[in-house]
């Protein structure tokens, strides 16, 4: 039986380990290394520390798992068809674009939006800046520049502000409610 004064030290991490491994109503199993890099963090059996000295376990606002149509805050519930895979609130702009990466609701808007952007962008651009020669009747003056540059300048615009709004629109209420206007 131990002493009193043994059972007031507090055992360090490594002495748990090795009490853990020489118990013998444990049993040990042999678990492979990529099963140990799945388990969370939290899991693992870490070196005791003051509360004051140890970091709190941070999680990355983009690693954070998806939600349900129920479990959003009010002000992200926007459609109630759409049940599950929404972006939970994010508190950084850089937050929400690298979500941009990840499969959720909002995939499909953010990349189509972006493309058609991002062409519309390079249409436009080889469009007015084309010489206008014999060769290359299309556009035949400048009134026509102007006349297809406004429509393209249009596209550009709405893909623009549709492609930032489905991605950052998650940010915050304040933000969301500028982007819905």
Known sequence: MPDADDRDIPKSSRENIQESLNDP???LEIVSPRAIELVPSERYLLPQCDKSECPEPTREPSARKLLSHSELPEWLRGNEFLSHFHRPPMPSFTSCFKSIFKIHSETGNIWTHLIGFIIFICITSYMLLRPITAYTPFPKDWQEKLIFGCFFAGAV??????WIFHTVYCHSKVVSKIFRR
């Not at 615009?157 to 549709?162: A, F, K, P, R």
Request: aromatic share 0%; proline share 0%; with cysteine.
């Open 25 to 27: 109503a444990e049993e």
């Open 157 to 162: 615009l709405c893909l623009g502000i549709s």
